[in-house]
């Protein structure tokens, strides 16, 4: 057995592309459209992860927009499932993207007190945990003393 991808449903697709490709800096892969299923898939991959996302298509984040929204006759916005957790990313400068998610409006949900973690939501609610690569960056305000905001 082996990762393939992990798939989350999003209630706009133009909003979770600014998130996860222009926000995140990750790299859209691969976009398939059926017109006759009315659903849009988008593959995304970490900047890292391109070159072997590309050779054998994992690891992956696969983006589904159900054109007619959710497809349980239910005409609200998808929320979170109970089984899922959150994605994780490594990111070489914690603090760095946490100043660049909060300058473009993005809550940082846990602040990366500890120089290590940090989560976030994208537009969909689905919590992103951003872990910092290699060991964890020195304690530094204004993270070490900002406190949780929501829940992640």
Do not use: K
């Not at 849009?40 to 007619?68: C, G, H, I, K, Q």
């Not at 497809?71 to 089984?83: A, F, H, L, V």
């Amino acid at each position: 057995m082996r990762y393939l991808h992990t798939m989350v449903r999003v209630n706009d697709l133009d909003a979770s592309l600014v998130f996860y490709r222009d926000l995140l800096g990750m790299a859209e892969l691969d976009r398939r459209e059926s017109p006759a299923g009315r659903y849009t898939l988008v593959f995304m991959a970490a900047p890292a992860d391109v070159d072997r996302a590309t050779a054998d298509r994992s690891p992956e984040l696969e983006l589904t927009y159900n054109w007619d929204g959710p497809n349980d006759g239910d005409s609200q916005p998808y929320t979170e499932g109970r089984n899922f957790g959150h994605l994780a990313y490594e990111v070489q400068d914690i603090y760095g993207m946490c100043e660049h998610l909060m300058a473009a409006g993005i809550i940082i949900n846990r602040p990366p007190r500890d120089g290590r973690m940090a989560f976030v939501r994208s537009p969909d609610g689905i919590s992103i945990e951003l872990l910092q690569a290699g060991d964890a960056l020195p304690t530094q305000e204004p993270w070490a003393s900002m406190p949780n905001t929501g829940s992640w």
